[in-house]
C-alpha cells in the first residue's frame, strides 16, 4: 500500500505508535487508523494465520481484528507498547474465535495432557524451547490449547517481558510465570512425541 493522505504538510507516518493512538482515540478519524492498519496488517495477518490454516479465514480474522481494534483502542492505557498491547489484542481475539467455533478446535492427536494438568510441571529451561527445531514445533503448538499458545508466542515470538505480559494479561507477574511454565511444560511433552 502507498502513504496515506498527508494532513496540509504534517506526515502521520513519523508519529509512533503510542501518539498516532492518541490522536486516533481524539478524533476518530479513520486515515489515522489506516496508517496504524499499514503499519501492522500483515503482522496481524501472520498471527491469525497460526490460528486458522487458511488464508481466507487469516484475512477475514485480520479485519474483524481491526474492526474491533477501532471500537477498542481507547482502551490502550501506553502501560506496555502498542505493539505488545495490539499481539495480546490479537491472540485474544483469536483464542476466543477457537474456543467459539468447536469444528476449528485444535486437537491434540497425541497423549492426553490434560489428565496430567493437575500436576506441577518441570521448569523447562528457555534454551531448550529455542532450540526445539521450526517445523516439529509448528506442529506442536498447533496441538497445545490456544490459550498456551498465545502466551508461548507473546513470550518467545514477540519478546513481550513478564512484566508486560502481567499487565496485558492482568495478572501478577508470579501467575505469567506459572503459566508460561505450565506452557513450557505442554509443549515440550508433546514436542517429543512427535516423529
Given at each position: 500500500?502507498?502513504?496515506?493522505?498527508q494532513?496540509?504538510?504534517?506526515?502521520?507516518?513519523?508519529?509512533s505508535d503510542?501518539?498516532?493512538?492518541?490522536?486516533?482515540?481524539?478524533s476518530?478519524n479513520?486515515?489515522?487508523?489506516?496508517?496504524?492498519?499499514?503499519?501492522?496488517?500483515?503482522?496481524?495477518?501472520?498471527?491469525?494465520y497460526?490460528?486458522?490454516?487458511?488464508?481466507?479465514?487469516?484475512e477475514?480474522?485480520?479485519?474483524?481484528?481491526?474492526?474491533?481494534?477501532?471500537?477498542?483502542?481507547?482502551?490502550?492505557?501506553?502501560?506496555?507498547?502498542?505493539?505488545?498491547?495490539?499481539?495480546?489484542f490479537?491472540?485474544?481475539?483469536?483464542?476466543?474465535?477457537?474456543?467459539?467455533?468447536?469444528?476449528?478446535?485444535?486437537?491434540?492427536?497425541s497423549?492426553?495432557?490434560?489428565?496430567?494438568?493437575?500436576?506441577?510441571p518441570?521448569?523447562?529451561?528457555?534454551?531448550?524451547i529455542?532450540?526445539?527445531?521450526?517445523?516439529?514445533?509448528?506442529r506442536?503448538?498447533?496441538?497445545?490449547?490456544?490459550e498456551?499458545?498465545?502466551?508461548?508466542l507473546?513470550?518467545?515470538q514477540?519478546?513481550?517481558s513478564?512484566?508486560e505480559?502481567?499487565v496485558?494479561?492482568?495478572?501478577?507477574?508470579?501467575?505469567v510465570?506459572?503459566r508460561?511454565?505450565?506452557?513450557?511444560?505442554r509443549i515440550?511433552?508433546?514436542?517429543?512425541?512427535?516423529?
Amino acid at each position: 500500500m502507498g502513504k496515506r493522505p498527508q494532513q496540509g504538510t504534517y506526515s502521520y507516518d513519523g508519529l509512533s505508535d503510542e501518539e498516532l493512538v492518541g490522536k486516533i482515540t481524539k478524533s476518530n478519524n479513520a486515515l489515522l487508523f489506516g496508517v496504524l492498519y499499514d503499519r501492522y496488517v500483515e503482522r496481524v495477518y501472520n498471527k491469525c494465520y497460526g490460528f486458522s490454516k487458511s488464508e481466507k479465514e487469516a484475512e477475514d480474522l485480520t479485519q474483524d481484528v481491526f474492526l474491533l481494534l477501532f471500537v477498542k483502542l481507547a482502551s490502550f492505557k501506553g502501560m506496555s507498547k502498542f505493539s505488545s498491547w495490539l499481539y495480546s489484542f490479537t491472540y485474544n481475539f483469536c483464542v476466543n474465535y477457537v474456543n467459539r467455533d468447536k469444528a476449528r478446535k485444535m486437537r491434540d492427536n497425541s497423549t492426553n495432557i490434560e489428565d496430567k494438568a493437575h500436576e506441577l510441571p518441570v521448569d523447562v529451561p528457555d534454551k531448550d524451547i529455542l532450540e526445539m527445531r521450526s517445523g516439529k514445533l509448528k506442529r506442536a503448538l498447533d496441538r497445545i490449547d490456544a490459550e498456551d499458545k498465545s502466551i508461548l508466542l507473546l513470550k518467545y515470538q514477540d519478546d513481550v517481558s513478564i512484566k508486560e505480559l502481567a499487565v496485558l494479561l492482568e495478572i501478577g507477574e508470579s501467575a505469567v510465570k506459572m503459566r508460561l511454565k505450565r506452557a513450557k511444560a505442554r509443549i515440550v511433552e508433546i514436542y517429543n512425541t512427535l516423529p
